[in-house]
T-cell receptor
Framework: NAGVMQNPRHLVRRRGQEARLRCSPM?????VYWYRQLPEEGLKFMVY????????ESGMPKERFSAEFPKEGPSILRIQQVVRGDSAAYFC??????????FGPGTRLTVT | DAKTTQPTSMDCAEGRAANLPCNHS???????VYWYRQIHSQGPQYIIH???NNETNEMASLIITEDRKSSTLILPHATLRDTAVYYC???????????????FGGGTRLMVKP
C-alpha cells in the first residue's frame, strides 16, 4: 500500500504567481489534512477535508488560499498571488477514519 | 485540545533506551495521547497512541500514568536513525468534525549519540 504522495516535492514560484500543491491520500483514506511548516517553526494545521467537503478550515489564511478534495483525484491546495512569506513546507496527511494521520513527504515551496 | 509540556531536548546513547516524557495535566477523559516524530525535514511519522492503557508496537512503547496526567514514550534500543523531534499530542479521536487536527507544540529534540 503506497503511502501518502505529494507533488511536486519542490516548487519555485515568483511573487504574484499561483502555486498548486497536490496530495494523493493512501488507498482507502477519505480524510485529508493540510499543514504548513514555516522555516524553523512547528507544523500548523490549515484545513481538514473529506471527499467533496471542507470540514474545518480554521487554520487557512483568509485570502489567497483554498483547498479542495474532489470525488475523483487528489486533494489540491491552491495559493494565489504568492508572496515571500508563503515559502514553507506544506504537508498533507490522510486517515481512513479520524484517528491517526499518516503524512506525506511534503512540498517545499520557495517564492522568489 | 489539552496542552502538552515536553523537554526541549534530550540525548541518548546508541543502543540504550530513550525515555521521552510528556506532561498533559489538563487532558480530558475522551482525549488520546499521540506521539509523532519528524526526522530532519521529512513528513511527521506516526509512532503510537493510547487512551489509558499502556501500548506497545514495533516502534515503541507508551506508558500512561494512572491519572493520565503524564506519559512516557520509550524507544527500547535507540539507533542513530531515531534522532528526530518527537511530538506528544493530545486530541479527541474518532470525531468526524471540526477540531480534528493535530496541534504540534515544540516537541523534544532527541539526539542519539554513538
Amino acid at each position: 500500500n503506497a503511502g501518502v504522495m505529494q507533488n511536486p516535492r519542490h516548487l519555485v514560484r515568483r511573487r504574484g504567481q499561483e502555486a498548486r500543491l497536490r496530495c494523493s491520500p493512501m488507498k482507502g483514506h477519505s480524510h485529508v489534512y493540510w499543514y504548513r511548516q514555516l522555516p524553523e517553526e512547528g507544523l500548523k494545521f490549515m484545513v481538514y477535508l473529506q471527499k467533496e467537503n471542507i470540514i474545518d478550515e480554521s487554520g487557512m489564511p483568509k485570502e489567497r488560499f483554498s483547498a479542495e478534495f474532489p470525488k475523483e483525484g487528489p486533494s489540491i491546495l491552491r495559493i494565489q498571488q504568492v508572496v515571500r512569506g508563503d515559502s514553507a513546507a506544506y504537508f498533507c496527511a490522510s486517515s481512513p477514519l479520524p484517528y491517526e494521520q499518516y503524512f506525506g513527504p511534503g512540498t517545499r515551496l520557495t517564492v522568489t | 485540545d489539552a496542552k502538552t509540556t515536553q523537554p526541549t531536548s534530550m540525548d541518548c546513547a546508541e543502543g540504550r533506551a530513550a525515555n521521552l516524557p510528556c506532561n498533559h495535566s489538563t487532558i480530558s477523559g475522551n482525549e488520546y495521547v499521540y506521539w509523532y516524530r519528524q526526522i530532519h525535514s521529512q513528513g511527521p511519522q506516526y509512532i503510537i497512541h493510547g487512551l489509558k492503557n499502556n501500548e506497545t508496537n514495533e516502534m515503541a512503547s507508551l506508558i500512561i500514568t494512572e491519572d493520565r496526567k503524564s506519559s512516557t514514550l520509550i524507544l527500547p534500543h535507540a539507533t542513530l536513525r531515531d534522532t528526530a523531534v518527537y511530538y506528544c499530542i493530545v486530541r479527541v479521536a474518532g470525531v468526524n468534525n471540526a477540531g480534528n487536527m493535530l496541534t504540534f507544540g515544540g516537541g523534544t529534540r532527541l539526539m542519539v549519540k554513538p
